[in-house]
């Protein structure tokens, strides 16, 4: 889609309130300033992908849709704390927020989204936030908090949830590998039994985390929550991944994970025996001459015709000049 195509569709309908335009990469901010202007109804907006097209500039007139409740800006580089904060200012209906892997989003931009006391869908992954920043969104509307690969989240804040967030149903921190324990369990094993109506709707995704696989199995069974150990992270999202030499060989099986690298070599092939030489065929003789040199005694090999028809020096002796190449 072209941003001419976009601003045509936006100027006729002026009430549109759903709009996705992710995965898109020819947009440019000239499409967001469009939408502005013209959608003023706008509820839910989708607008994942990277546009280099988008400035920073660009981006702060998403804020301007007040009706909002859904915006999706997944790895959308210029999406930051500037544009957060008049996010929270200008968007108090907001329900759904997800904006993974934008990493201009840290603590500063959280924290201005705590007058947004509707927020109940959060999606911070792999982005730079800590405890502090999520302790600022997160409140009792709170059901699904998505923080995969979040370095800087601590027990501190998962036991935060558990006091603050009864409704909570989903909670996914895959690959958070640094700075979770077991412990972080209790407080939300605490709420959930509290709460018996509802905890068999709770949702753990803890794949990859550093949160051990038998205090899992002791939540899932003291809870009667559904917990997954299945790693959803993609850790090359993150701000600070460090490509490793191991992902070169993320393609093998699990049935190569003793794979020797210093496997031996394949055997050699069989040799095969040449193919014998073909006698020349009996044809009758047009050119006696060079018919002695292709199977004579100045035979020069398989190439012979090919050579003859470009030096005619390898004729046979009697050609003794020019007027016998047909110059003379």
């Known amino acids: ?20 335009i992710s995965h898109c ?30 400035t920073i500039s660009d981006m702060l007139t998403v804020a301007q849709f007040s009706q909002l409740e859904v915006l999706v800006v997944n790895e959308q580089p210029m999406f930051g704390d500037v544009t957060l904060r008049l996010v929270g200012r200008e968007c108090p209906s907001l329900r759904t927020l997800s904006c993974v892997a934008c990493h201009m989003v840290t603590d500063a931009g959280l924290s201005c989204l705590s007058t947004c006391q509707r927020l109940s869908d959060i999606n911070f992954s792999y982005c730079p936030v800590t405890d502090q920043g999520l302790a600022a969104v997160l409140n009792s509307e709170t059901r699904r908090v998505c923080i995969r690969a979040c370095h800087g989240v601590t027990d501190d804040c998962i036991a935060l949830m558990g006091r603050v967030c009864p409704r909570l149903e989903t909670l996914d ?18 709420s959930l039994q509290s709460v018996s109506s509802r905890h068999h709707n709770f949702t753990l995704m803890a794949g990859g985390s550093s949160i051990g696989e038998e205090a899992l199995e002791e939540f899932a069974r ?23 030499e191991l992902d070169y060989f993320q393609f093998l099986s699990e049935d190569e994970e003793d794979w020797d690298h210093e496997a031996t070599p394949p055997p050699a092939p069989e040799r095969v025996s040449p193919l014998p030489r073909l006698e020349a065929p ?11 040199d292709d199977y004579g005694e100045n035979d020069h090999g398989d190439l012979d015709d090919f050579l003859i028809a470009d030096d005619p020096a390898m004729f046979s002796d ?9 110059f003379g």
Not at 6 to 20: F, Y
Not at 228 to 240: K, N, Q, R, Y
Not at 282 to 292: E, F, G, I
Not at 318 to 325: T, V
Request: hydrophobic fraction near 35%; aromatic fraction near 4%; glycine fraction near 6%.
């Open 318 to 326: 009697e050609f003794s000049g020019p007027e016998d190449w047909g």
């Open 1 to 20: 889609m072209l941003d001419s195509s976009l601003e045509l569709l936006a100027a006729r309908v002026p009430h549109l309130e759903t709009l996705d």
């Open 282 to 292: 009996s044809v009758p003789v047009l050119y006696p001459h060079r018919a002695q």
């Open 25 to 54: 990469p020819r947009l440019t901010g000239a499409s967001l300033r469009s939408i502005s202007k013209h959608c003023r109804k706008l509820k839910e907006l989708k607008f994942a992908g990277t546009n280099t097209g988008v």
């Open 173 to 190: 921190v895959c690959g958070c590998q640094l700075s979770l324990s077991d412990q972080c369990l209790l407080p939300l094993q605490d």
């Open 222 to 244: 003291v809870t009667g929550a559904s917990v997954s150990l299945t790693d959803l992270s993609v850790p090359s999202l993150s701000a600070d991944y460090v490509p490793d």
